[in-house]
Structures are given as C-alpha cells and as structure tokens.
C-alpha cells in the first residue's frame, strides 16, 4: 500500500519567502510528526498531531513555524520570512495507535528545503 | 523527561566483520524502543522494536537488538555486516502509544570493503 508521501522532494526559495510543506500520511493513521534534519545531524522533533488537534508543539522552533492538520488527514508545515538557518530535511512520519500495541512510524522521504 | 545516547557518532567497520552500535536511554517510566536506518537521501526505516516480552529482539536484515532494564540500554548487533549496511543508525524511545517518539542522535555506520 502506500507510504507517507511528501511534497515538494526538493525546495529551493530565497531568504524572506514563505514555504509550505505538505505531508501525506499512510491512510487511517491517527499520529502525525514533523521533524527537522540539519545536515549531518540526527532528528530534532517539531510538532506532534493525534487526529487533528496537536498535543505537543513544544519543538517549533520560534513562531516563524506552524502546522496544522485538517480531516485527520494531510497536514501542511508553513514556515515564514525563512532564514538560512532553516535549511535542513523536513520528515514527516505516521503511525497507528492500533489499541494497546504500539506501532513504529513510517517516514516520507522528506522535503530537502535550501534558502538561499 | 526522556533522552537518548548514541555515544558512537561514527562507527567503521570491515565487511563481514561484526558490529555493535551502543545506545543508551533514560526514563522514568516504562518505554518502547526502536531502531531506525537511514540510507542516503532517503527517510527512516524501522529496523526493529522492543515493546514487552523476550529482551533479544530481531529485525530486519540480520540485525537484533537486547534490551538490558538495568543498564537502561538498548544495542543493535549484527554478526557480519555487508557494503549495503552502510548508512546512519538511529535509536528512538516512547512512553506510550499516544506520546511523540524522542530519537537519539544517529550513528554513522560505514562498511570498508
């Protein structure tokens, strides 16, 4: 079946511009995540979503981010007035919370964002 | 609150030889462990996961991992790696299954061939 899907692959923008990041998850899976890859670096958490509604936000990193999800479905990272340092992988990943068995996350392939 | 170690950022190793990549967590509470591969330019993959029952834990492509409660760890083995293994290892940990997924740094593994 499908995977979690993510678009663009690829983003490249100039310093200033607003980005939007779409995210895909694997059809009936409740838990979304966004996190953030700097070049070389491991994951750093963004946002978590549970349906609609977003638990835990405590890895946004200034209020230059933001996320929403609509329809337990698709949700879109919006960065504004990006700034070099925003330059990483934005990965997003789903998951089942399938009752009282935990489940893994599977991961799109990440939207590689570059502000030039 | 959670945290995860990797304490080897990179690791190489000659093909066909064993390898062990070290992970180390802490929590107050009850977790779940995972392992996850990255290969180039691609997302995560689960490699394997602990969530009750027997402490050694198989995966995917020859690789198991034992859970130790005591020395709160968590270490991926694999008994002889191929060119193929070379990619970045991450250790992830969760409370529960309604709580976000805390991943530990990345390993670097690189197979010589």
């Known amino acids: 079946g499908a995977g979690v899907s993510q678009s663009p692959s690829n983003k490249v923008t100039e310093k200033g511009k607003d980005v939007e990041l779409r995210c895909d998850p694997i059809?009936?899976?409740?838990?979304l995540y966004w996190y953030r890859q700097r070049l070389g670096q491991g994951l750093e958490f963004l946002i978590y979503?549970?349906?609609?509604?977003?638990?835990?936000k405590s890895g946004l990193p200034s209020d230059r981010f933001s996320a929403e999800r609509t329809g337990e479905s698709v949700s879109t990272l919006t960065i504004q007035r990006t700034q070099q340092e925003d330059s990483a992988v934005y990965l997003c990943?789903?998951?089942?919370?399938?009752?009282?068995?935990?489940?893994?996350?599977?991961f799109g392939d990440g939207t590689r964002l570059s502000i030039l | 609150a959670q945290s995860v170690t990797q304490l080897d950022s990179q690791v190489p190793v000659f093909e066909e030889a064993p390898v062990e990549l070290r992970c180390n967590y802490s929590?107050?509470?009850?977790?779940?462990l995972f392992w996850y591969v990255q290969y180039p330019n691609q997302g995560l993959q689960l490699l394997l996961k602990?969530?009750?029952?027997?402490?050694l834990v198989k995966g995917i492509n020859g690789f198991e991992a034992e859970f130790n409660k005591s020395q709160t760890s968590f270490h991926l083995r694999k008994p002889s790696v191929h060119i193929s293994d070379t990619a970045e290892y991450f250790c992830?940990?969760?409370?529960?299954?309604?709580?976000?997924?805390?991943f530990g740094p990345g390993t670097s593994l690189s197979v010589i061939p």
């Open positions: 992830a940990v969760r409370r529960s299954s309604y709580d976000k997924v805390i």
């Open positions: 602990y969530l009750s029952g027997s402490t």
């Open positions: 929590s107050s509470v009850s977790v779940y």
């Open positions: 059809s009936g899976h409740t838990a």
């Open positions: 990943a789903s998951s089942s919370p399938a009752g009282d068995r935990n489940q893994p996350q599977h």
């Open positions: 979503f549970q349906g609609n509604s977003a638990p835990d």
